[in-house]
């Protein structure tokens, strides 16, 4: 497992929906469905290109970066939504939602198929 990508792309994944959350708030799209699912593209880009940028050659390889991307998220959700929102940011049932899509995305993507090496003979 390589740390770097867990941390790197655990940040990156929260910073973008983070953003994304932040401009929607911004712009005055707080209520309703679009921002959800907005939110909810955003999150399942990321981690989609995360998990893909790892180029593991078995579905189940890419689980501890996984879960190393959600305790990324639920530490910064700590740290950042906590003290402005409250400990009640965990009774929506929305971050939940992140949260599985942060384990299942990778889980549900194709995996990457190592080429097999051919030795030409001479």
Do not use: N
């Amino acid at each position: 497992m390589k740390w770097g990508s867990v941390f790197g792309w655990g940040i990156a994944i929260y910073a973008v929906v983070y953003l994304a959350w932040s401009a929607l708030v911004i712009h005055g799209f707080i209520e309703g469905i679009i921002p959800q699912v907005s939110l909810i593209i955003v999150l399942v880009a990321m981690v989609a290109l995360a998990a893909s940028c790892l180029r593991v050659s078995h579905r189940l390889d890419v689980l501890p970066y996984a879960i190393g991307w959600l305790l990324i998220a639920i530490f910064f959700d700590f740290v950042c939504a906590v003290p402005v929102s409250g400990w009640g940011i965990w009774h929506d049932w929305h971050i939940w939602v992140g949260y599985s899509l942060i384990i299942l995305v990778p889980l549900i993507l194709p995996t990457h198929k190592p080429r097999r090496v051919t030795r030409r003979r001479s």
